[in-house]
């Protein structure tokens, strides 16, 4: 999705910031119904995999992991369950509320709607890669001082979201905000503090 015009991407195609997640979560996880179609030479077979366990590995936070998932395995299960990184929330399980929210190649994704399987060969960046030698990023800190949180569960998603939104709207207007955040829901009602958040860190340049 091409960055340099962020009104003409998102505003004017009529293209909010949920509706990018969707999109984005679909293609990652049904690749042959958005991708060419696939074709096989006589002879050549479908690769099937599963459904018992296969080698799986992921790259998390610039490291490696060696897994062994069922192919069913979702990338938010497999962080969640088997690498012990829990800061992606599970929440609606179903692509709907952004608790989820990992970058994926710097692209925000609902984790709960990738495979894990698919996350193979991308750089998987998780709420735990922000902060920096002890000292929290500034998305986080803006969080800390506009009170944008309350029981916390939607947070690691909403400071992932924000956090590729600025890198892609450096200067966002209310507006710009207020699209760039529908693809995250607070039940707790935060969402005066979270665009706050947003405004100061876009005003500080981080
Ligand atoms: S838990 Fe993934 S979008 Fe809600
Ligand atoms: S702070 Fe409770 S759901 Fe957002």
């Given amino acids: 999705m091409p960055d340099d015009d962020p009104k003409k991407s998102e505003e004017h195609a009529g293209v909010s910031r949920r509706d990018f997640l969707k999109i984005s979560t679909i293609t990652a996880a049904v690749p042959l119904v958005t991708g060419p179609p696939t074709v096989l030479a006589a002879g050549e077979e479908v690769p099937v995999y599963g459904p018992g366990k296969v080698p799986i590995v992921l790259t998390v936070n610039g490291k490696k992991f060696n897994l062994q998932l069922e192919p069913r ?54 709420v735990e890669s922000l902060m920096s030698n002890g000292k929290l990023h500034p998305i986080q800190q803006a969080f800390v001082d506009h009170d944008a949180s309350q029981c916390g569960f939607c947070t690691p998603g909403f400071v992932v979201a924000c956090k590729s939104f600025l890198d892609r709207h450096p200067n966002p207007s209310a507006e710009d905000i207020r699209k760039g955040l529908s693809g995250n829901l607070c039940r707790c009602g935060t969402y005066a503090g979270i665009r706050e958040a947003i405004a100061q860190t876009a005003r500080k340049g981080a």
């Fill in 73 to 126: 395995v979702t990338l938010l299960d497999a962080l969640r369950d088997n690498l012990d990184i829990t800061g992606a929330k599970r929440v609606c399980d179903k692509a709907e509320c952004g608790a989820c929210t990992v970058l994926m190649d710097n692209k925000p994704v609902y984790a709960c709607a990738v495979l894990a399987i698919e996350a193979q060969g991308k750089q998987i960046e998780t």
